[in-house]
């Protein structure tokens, strides 16, 4: 250690004045741990990535929305070409994103070589049995449907004529309309995508942030930092600065990503149900924020029931085993369990968003649901903080959980 | 431990840390027993004993780290406070800082964690990163520094801040000896301005040239406390003999222990108090003595002695 000057020590920091010791070093933790994040190239490249991710797959949805696909359909003589006209006419009056044209040929050789070579997406033909459609896969299902039911109608008005009669007296009564009570026809499939999204937002974000809380709450255990800390401030202000440190980041990418999925959603066809989406999504960030704090505790908790990075893995696993059922039960679960999953705290944080986005929840519901939920974050703060405090100075080896909790100080 | 309401005081320079038959046991294993003994103001005391023998426990209780089974930690008269260790350095036994973090924002970082303002802690960093050679490396990840260097970084945590204890433990370890001077120059600066300061260590010779005071552990027990020469007073003394002839006759004197003999010079301790008489008038009457002197036992022989 070369001395370089012999200037007195600390003539600045010298009175007791220099001290604010304003009661809030949770506040100085907590900021540490944001501008940690905040410089941390890998989580800034992660974010971006998400975020180019998210725009990317609207972009390309709504791309995919836009085109049009049209299928060729090889037939030979005239018969086959009104039939794939007629298809054609029905299936762009359903969808005008859909076209089905005709191409001549002479036979089956050469529709087949057309097939082959992606030319044709099917070969028309007439035989002894009636019409075939032969395709080098099973048929496409939309020009199935379309090209059956040319020939349905071709055939119905042939039989009706010979009957004497006309089309629209032998299908009067056929038609069957479908409807929800609700009025809400054709969104189930929106509200599951949604509800996916939610339980994906929430999983990545409590599995990266929770580990990355356990990762240093276990290097500061493990460089025995901790030590001093303990010595400057009260243990229940460092947990406390680092669970709030971390809950502000991660609640502020995940508003981030949600902003930017709302964002996309709007230039999709489900703009209109933007309004419902929009007031899940505020109910999904409540839920986050509440629940991330008790996840955040446990993770800080098994971070300091590790004494070595190595033992994370095992320390965290019954947290990741929670969250693992809370990402499968929000696409697997129907019905009454559901219903029951939308109230147990953690689960809740996906499922009750879900249920609101779909429409069946009351008002009270959610509020219910979130009461319950910050009455069980309150809990796990006050036992996360008991546990940590007993465990954090415990540097041999692992700390069991029962260890921690009946351990003196 | 109650912390509220309590304003950071100012204490007396003459404030002392003065440990109470402090206990601390680990399941049936007592690594702590029944400890006492006084650090005093502007002086640096020597905590010495082998591995195991209780040193990093009796400072971790000493900081509150650890709680004590039983017995209490004094300071300025009075129990200890968590702000009165607020504002003492330390410096566990294994060290680390953040590896990914830059050396002013972390050490700031630990400034203000005690307690000092955003701007007095950046002043007090800088000043000690001058002292310690390390300015142009403020702004460089820790991960960077060499292991010497990240030893200086630990030290101005402990020191930063004009701290109004010192507990040190091993602060000389892994020092070359030019760190080794700087060091014991820093801390001589804290106990000149009152500060009492405690350091564990192996490195006898060390606590031997810098200590005023000694404190001897050994299975978890205080075996010897005091300054160098009040030890030394207690300590067996031991005769250098030179004869003239050889010196193998000495160990069958009466009341004399023969430490060492070789040819013609022999070290001895004198067990039963006037035998050395006996001894010399053997010795003239078998020709000449050219020395026979006491010696000034080594700290490390007392050390042996007393942990013996």
Known sequence: ?409 | MSDNGERLTTPRPTAAIELRHLTRTFGDIRAVDDVSFTVPAGRLTGFVGGNGAGKTTTMRMLMGVLSPTAGEVIWDGRPITRLDRRRFGYMPEERGLYPKQPVLDQLVYLGRLRGLGASAARASVTTHLERLGLAERAKDHVEKLSLGNQQRVQIIAALMGRPRALVLDEPFSGLDPAAVDSMADLLREHTSAGVPVLFSSHQLDLVERLCERLVVLAGGRVVAAGSPEDLRAHSVTRHRLVLSGDAGWVRGVPGIHAVDVEGRSALLEVVDHGAERGLLEEALRRGEVHEFSPQRPSLAQIYREVTA
Request: net charge negative; glycine share 6%.
């Open chain 1, 1 to 409: 250690m070369t001395t370089t000057q012999q200037r007195p020590l600390d003539d600045t920091a010298a009175d007791a004045d220099a001290f604010d010791d304003a009661g809030r070093p949770w506040a100085v933790v907590a900021s540490r741990e944001v501008v940690v994040r905040l410089t941390n190239r890998a989580f800034l490249v992660s974010t971006l990535i998400t975020v180019l991710f998210i725009a990317g797959f609207s972009a390309f949805s709504v791309w995919e929305s836009g085109r049009t696909t049209t299928y060729t359909v090889a037939v030979q003589g005239p018969d086959g070409r009104q039939l794939v006209e007629r298809a054609a006419a029905a299936v762009t009056e359903s969808d005008d994103k859909v076209a089905i044209v005709s191409t001549q040929v002479p036979g089956e050789a050469a529709a087949r070589a057309l097939v082959d070579a992606g030319d044709a997406d099917a070969w028309l033909h007439e035989g002894a049995s009636g019409w075939t459609l032969t395709s080098a896969d099973d048929p496409d299902l939309v020009l199935r449907t379309a090209v059956e039911g040319a020939l349905r109608s071709t055939a119905l008005e042939r039989n009706a004529a010979a009957a004497g009669t006309t089309v629209e007296v032998v299908e009067q009564g056929t038609t069957l309309t479908a409807n929800r009570f609700d009025g809400r026809l054709g969104h189930t499939g929106f509200v599951k995508a949604a509800t996916f999204a939610f339980a994906l937002l929430f999983f990545m974000a409590a599995m990266m942030f929770g580990q990355q809380i356990a990762a240093s709450v276990v290097e500061e255990k493990q460089s025995r930092l901790v030590e001093i800390i303990a010595t400057a401030i009260p243990l229940r202000q460092l947990l406390a600065g680092k669970v709030v440190g971390n809950s502000v980041i991660a609640l502020g990418q995940v508003v981030l990503f949600a902003a930017v999925g709302l964002v996309a959603v709007s230039f999709t066809e489900f703009s209109t149900l933007l309004p419902s989406l929009s007031t899940a999504v505020v109910w999904f960030v409540l839920f986050f924020t509440v629940g991330f704090f008790a996840l955040a505790c446990l993770y800080a908790v098994a971070g300091a029931l590790a004494s070595r990075t190595e033992d994370l893995q095992s320390t965290t696993a019954p947290m990741t085993t929670v969250l693992m059922f809370v990402y499968v039960a929000s696409f697997g679960l129907t019905g009454t369990a559901l219903k029951v999953a939308s109230f147990v705290p953690i689960a809740s944080v996906v499922s009750m968003p879900g249920r609101i986005l779909s429409g069946d929840a009351a008002w009270w519901e959610p509020v219910l649901s979130l009461v319950v939920m910050a009455a069980f974050s309150a809990a796990t703060v006050v036992l996360g903080e008991r546990i940590y405090r007993r465990s954090l100075m415990q540097t041999r080896g692992r700390v069991s959980w029962r260890q921690a909790l009946t351990a003196p100080e």
